[in-house]
């Protein structure tokens, strides 16, 4: 179906079904709910908090969360950065480490563009490039310290030498000291919330530390969907960067529901696909297999359109298949509701999001940030 007609469908009864597949479909009234909810647990807690946008890289959902509260958006990567920052998002926190020469310039011509652009560092030599390229631009560049809570991905290593990057900026006269990331994205996953908090008790050990030495820190950010209640209470952060909440994925349902816990969020993201061939009994193909989902996590559940009991595999590069009971069959042209099992790369195969209002499409959201992983 050519695009222009997709926009025709938009409104009418049923158009959810006619969406060409696979798609990535978003339910609009889970979606909200899910933003509402984090903005007001943020409000009443005091917390500022600064959504993840490596979860859905799209405009359209930064502005709502914006307009919901949220003081930004962190990217993982910088190119993330410049996508939103192209439709108009400010206040962004660039949260891995920007070290070649080509992204530290990228990241200067970022920060004339913005009012509010910071990014983090976590190493002394990487710091003094950053701050002769910021001193030779002639604006400031705000730097958070990225401090290791256990992940090792990235961080200073320990709180002394996150202290010293801390020194380091204050005494640079084209760098301003804006805070410190702890996130122990390792734990995010950890089923139930007893043993999540007990782990995360012990991982944000070296936050508390540095807190300990008496150095002023006008930000502590960090956190997670997994760890949003939890880094609240233990009150070391002062701001929060859940990302997957508006979709609370498969993946993450379950660091509840397979505790016997309830989840905190609706599920609102999910794969539309068709089935296009079923000739054999108890079996069905549809047209969504390994380039519609991410595969690092569980395959997708079916949740809509097939007898109870359907399960999925993968069936190839473009088809999957479902497993039916030998007294049930599915025609050609059903339409399949799937789980994404983890949100996040998931969302980087698709080039938009099909915003659904029960059986409506009711619009249509570019994914800008897709692919702009450098």
């Given at each position: 179906?050519?695009?222009?007609?997709?926009?025709?469908?938009?409104?009418?009864?049923?158009?959810?079904?006619?969406?060409?597949?696979?798609?990535?479909?978003?339910?609009?009234?889970?979606?909200?709910?899910?933003?509402?909810?984090?903005?007001?647990?943020?409000?009443?807690?005091?917390?500022?908090?600064?959504?993840?946008?490596?979860?859905?890289?799209?405009?359209?959902?930064?502005?709502?969360?914006?307009?919901?509260?949220?003081?930004?958006?962190?990217?993982?990567?910088?190119?993330?950065?410049?996508?939103?920052?192209?439709?108009?998002?400010?206040?962004?926190?660039?949260?891995?480490?920007?070290?070649?020469?080509?992204?530290?310039?990228?990241?200067?011509?970022?920060?004339?563009?913005?009012?509010?652009?910071?990014?983090?560092?976590?190493?002394?030599?990487?710091?003094?490039?950053?701050?002769?390229?910021?001193?030779?631009?002639?604006?400031?560049?705000?730097?958070?310290?990225?401090?290791?809570?256990?992940?090792?991905?990235?961080?200073?290593?320990?709180?002394?030498?996150?202290?010293?990057?801390?020194?380091?900026?204050?005494?640079?006269?084209?760098?301003?000291?804006?805070?410190?990331?702890?996130?122990?994205?390792?734990?995010?996953?950890?089923?139930?919330?007893?043993?999540?908090?007990?782990?995360?008790?012990?991982?944000?050990?070296?936050?508390?530390?540095?807190?300990?030495?008496?150095?002023?820190?006008?930000?502590?950010?960090?956190?997670?969907?997994?760890?949003?209640?939890?880094?609240?209470?233990?009150?070391?952060?002062?701001?929060?960067?859940?990302?997957?909440?508006?979709?609370?994925?498969?993946?993450?349902?379950?660091?509840?529901?397979?505790?016997?816990?309830?989840?905190?969020?609706?599920?609102?993201?999910?794969?539309?696909?068709?089935?296009?061939?079923?000739?054999?009994?108890?079996?069905?193909?549809?047209?969504?297999?390994?380039?519609?989902?991410?595969t690092d996590a569980e395959v997708p559940r079916i949740l809509a359109g097939a007898p109870p009991g359907t399960t999925?595999?993968?069936?190839?590069?473009?088809?999957?298949?479902?497993?039916?009971?030998?007294?049930?069959?599915?025609?050609?042209?059903?339409?399949?509701?799937?789980?994404?099992?983890?949100?996040?790369?998931?969302?980087?195969?698709?080039?938009?999001?099909?915003?659904?209002?029960?059986?409506?499409?009711?619009?249509?959201?570019?994914?800008?940030?897709?692919?702009?992983?450098?």
């Amino acid at each position: 179906m050519p695009v222009s007609d997709i926009w025709d469908l938009i409104g009418k009864p049923g158009s959810r079904w006619q969406i060409p597949t696979p798609a990535l479909v978003l339910d609009l009234d889970a979606f909200e709910a899910n933003i509402a909810a984090v903005a007001e647990f943020c409000r009443a807690n005091g917390r500022t908090f600064r959504p993840h946008a490596k979860s859905h890289r799209s405009v359209s959902v930064a502005r709502r969360q914006i307009a919901s509260g949220a003081v930004g958006q962190g990217c993982a990567k910088l190119g993330e950065a410049e996508a939103l920052a192209e439709g108009g998002i400010d206040g962004l926190l660039v949260t891995s480490p920007v070290v070649t020469d080509d992204g530290i310039a990228r990241l200067m011509a970022l920060n004339a563009r913005l009012d509010d652009l910071s990014a983090v560092v976590d190493h002394p030599v990487v710091l003094a490039r950053i701050g002769d390229t910021a001193a030779a631009s002639g604006r400031r560049l705000k730097l958070v310290v990225d401090l290791d809570v256990g992940l090792h991905r990235t961080g200073a290593a320990t709180p002394e030498a996150a202290e010293a990057l801390i020194h380091a900026i204050l005494a640079h006269p084209a760098l301003e000291f804006a805070g410190v990331q702890a996130y122990a994205g390792h734990l995010m996953h950890v089923a139930g919330t007893p043993a999540r908090r007990a782990a995360l008790e012990a991982a944000m050990a070296p936050l508390a530390a540095l807190r300990g030495r008496g150095i002023p820190q006008p930000l502590t950010t960090g956190g997670g969907t997994g760890s949003l209640v939890i880094d609240t209470e233990m009150g070391l952060l002062t701001e929060l960067q859940p990302g997957s909440y508006p979709f609370m994925d498969s993946q993450y349902a379950d660091v509840w529901v397979t505790a016997g816990e309830p989840a905190p969020y609706r599920s609102s993201l999910f794969v539309q696909t068709t089935v296009i061939s079923a000739n054999h009994p108890g079996l069905a193909t549809v047209d969504a297999g390994y380039k519609a989902f991410a595969t690092d996590a569980e395959v997708p559940r079916i949740l809509a359109g097939a007898p109870p009991g359907t399960t999925y595999f993968f069936y190839g590069d473009e088809q999957g298949g479902l497993t039916l009971s030998a007294d049930t069959a599915l025609a050609i042209g059903a339409v399949i509701t799937c789980s994404v099992p983890h949100c996040d790369p998931t969302v980087n195969l698709y080039d938009t999001y099909h915003v659904v209002q029960g059986d409506r499409l009711v619009d249509i959201w570019p994914i800008e940030a897709r692919g702009r992983s450098q």
